[in-house]
């Protein structure tokens, strides 16, 4: 199910990208786990675009049961793409963070609460004055079971953002394809820059799960 359908570039217009990834870093600066794979067993993994994913990483490293995060692209075309490439609109991805988390610990619906009440979900190809289609809000699942437990959570927080009188969620849900990580200074950006530029900034609607 995606209830927002990306707008990708034409083909003619996607950047080719690159067969080898580019360089990132190896660890998180906050809790120095590695940030590549492989992973505990048991800990699962969903990523989730919210905007400018500086801020959304620190909101989601600060959770208790979230292990490690790593800033990154999803949703596009291109392969091993660029920030700047990213920014064009021509890649067709979305700035995204992947959670990694134990579901022992922390259930996926108190990830997906967070999700929908710390930023705007009905806004398109935007977050308040970031605009473009790597802007966009989405959900990219690696079960078929988040799938289900996402897609319920979309609809349970429409009803209440109807109720509210705000517009609908535009938020692309779908299963994650690639995840490609965002360059070295992405990553914890806001740890190594505490003043940096955060642009979240919520609904006010309580979404009704978790």
């Given at each position: 199910m995606s209830l927002f359908s990306n707008a990708?570039?034409?083909?003619?217009?996607?950047?080719?990208g690159r067969d080898t990834p580019i360089e990132t870093s190896?660890?998180?600066?906050?809790?120095?786990?590695?940030?590549?794979?492989?992973?505990?067993?048991?800990?699962?993994?969903?990523?989730?675009?919210?905007?400018?994913?500086?801020?959304?990483?620190?909101l989601f490293w600060?959770?208790?049961?979230?292990?490690?995060?790593?800033?990154?692209?999803?949703?596009?075309?291109?392969?091993?793409?660029?920030?700047?490439?990213?920014?064009?609109?021509?890649t067709g991805h979305?700035?995204?963070?992947?959670?990694?988390y134990d579901p022992q610990q922390v259930e996926l619906e108190t990830l997906l609460q967070v999700f929908w009440e710390q930023h705007d979900p009905t806004q398109g190809n935007r977050q308040g004055n970031d605009i473009g289609s790597q802007?966009?809000?989405?959900?990219?699942?690696?079960?078929?079971?988040?799938?289900?437990?996402?897609?319920?959570?979309?609809?349970a927080?429409?009803?209440?953002?109807?109720?509210?009188g705000r517009g609908a969620i535009t938020t692309e849900i779908k299963p994650l394809e690639?995840?490609?990580?965002?360059?070295?200074?992405?990553?914890?950006?806001?740890?190594k820059n505490p003043h940096g530029y955060c642009g979240l900034k919520g609904t006010g609607v309580t979404c009704p799960i978790g």
């Open positions: 990708s570039p034409a083909s003619g217009r996607v950047l080719p190896q660890v998180h600066t906050i809790n120095g786990h590695s940030i590549h794979p492989p992973f505990p067993e048991g800990h699962e993994e969903i990523v989730l675009g919210m905007g400018c994913f500086w801020g959304v990483e620190r600060q959770l208790p049961g979230v292990y490690v995060t790593a800033a990154g692209y999803a949703g596009g075309e291109t392969p091993n793409p660029t920030y700047d490439e990213t920014c064009t609109g021509r979305t700035e995204v963070v992947r959670v990694v802007y966009r809000s989405a959900i990219f699942t690696t079960s078929q079971a988040q799938q289900t437990v996402a897609e319920q959570s979309a609809a927080y429409q009803r209440a953002l109807d109720k509210a690639t995840f490609y990580y965002a360059e070295a200074y992405h990553q914890q950006y806001l740890d």
